[in-house]
């Protein structure tokens, strides 16, 4: 027992003499999705001065950022390549395209979640509804009436939607754009009544009048809608689908280098400063251990798969 002990002990040094010497040399950060920039830099900067390092931002965003994320799926699990992501690469990809090249679960090792994106549900300000429950009854008391806009199939914007018909069998008609720009032009001018889209490119509209934001569609509200609720604060039962942002590294990291690279993460992600930022460019600051990442992964993978096939995707 005491040998044992006494090995036990030995590892425990060894491996945080190990987490306390990374990094030796420079480390990679691979940027899967242009819109996060602002956040990997930031993430980046603090990074490298906890250690004294310098930490690089990559940016690989082809295939949708799934070449970026095979990269990082591929390199040594060594903490010298890690990627900063979003739910849209490491989770629905794997349902929307028949070749992605990892898996959402096996591939990779959680390290962090950072932050959500926050998005919103607007309306044409014709449209005489204020809030969610208004907009059901409406499109209950009108069925098949409604157009809502989103950025694409298959997305979290249109995932949403998907599972606000599934709890109220409302009848809506998805329009599906190319670009944010298409849909925030077409529900002003009346072409769609409602749209599903990230707060950052509806809220010089909503601020003119030209939209209408009747809810938040994110875990909690947002500081600068305070008054505006949540769509689950509205509808009972709703859960967002994912649109959180994470790093990750290859599967089977050491986890010693991970909790170093979680403590820094957190560390830099709850500067004041840092949140101001992330707040200004639609995304709020939320954290978790790796472990709670991992937990979170899994049941993004069980919602997501059962709006895709409940929605009639098939991936392409």
């Known amino acids: 027992m005491m040998r044992m002990l006494a090995g036990i002990v030995c590892l425990l040094n060894s491996l945080c003499a190990y987490s306390q010497s990374y990094p030796v040399k420079p480390v990679r950060l691979v940027l899967t999705l242009a819109g996060t920039d602002v956040l990997a830099r930031v993430g980046a900067q ?7 390092q310098a930490v690089v931002v990559d940016l690989v965003v082809g295939a949708s950022g799934a070449i970026g994320a095979a990269t990082v799926a591929r390199a040594a699990p060594d903490g010298y390549t890690i ?6 690469q490491i989770v629905t990809r794997v349902f929307l395209s028949r070749n992605t090249p990892y898996d959402s679960v096996k ?11 926050v998005a919103v549900v607007a309306v044409n300000p014709a449209l005489p509804v204020a809030s969610v429950r208004e907009l059901i009854d409406y499109a209950r008391r009108n069925p098949g009436r409604i157009s809502f806009a989103t950025s694409g199939v298959g997305t979290t914007h249109h995932l949403s ?11 809506w008609t ?38 209408r934001i009747i809810a938040v569609n994110a875990d909690a509200r947002f500081i600068a809608l305070a008054n505006i ?62 472990g709670e990442l991992a937990d979170l ?9 059962k709006l895709v096939k409940a929605a009639g995707i098939e991936p392409e």
């Open 161 to 171: 939607a998907e599972m606000v018909r599934q709890l109220t069998g409302i009848e």
């Open 107 to 117: 591939s990779f090792t959680p390290i962090a979640k950072v932050a959500e994106a």
């Open 83 to 88: 990627m900063l992501t979003s739910s849209a």
């Open 46 to 52: 603090r990074l490298t001065e906890a250690f004294g």
């Open 297 to 305: 992964v899994k049941r993004s993978v069980a919602i997501t798969g």
């Open 229 to 290: 609720p949540t769509v689950a604060e509205q509808l009972n039962g709703y859960e967002r689908p994912p649109g959180w942002v994470a790093y990750f590294g290859p599967a089977g990291m050491p986890s010693a280098i991970v909790a170093r690279l979680n403590e820094e993460i957190i560390k830099a992600m709850s500067a004041p400063e840092v949140r101001a930022k992330m707040e200004a460019i639609g995304f709020m600051v939320s954290t978790s251990t790796p």
């Open 174 to 211: 998805h329009v599906p754009y190319k670009s944010s720009g298409q849909v925030i032009n077409d529900l002003y001018s009346g072409e769609v009544q409602v749209a599903f889209s990230a707060l950052a490119n509806l809220v010089q509209f909503a601020n003119a009048g030209k939209v």
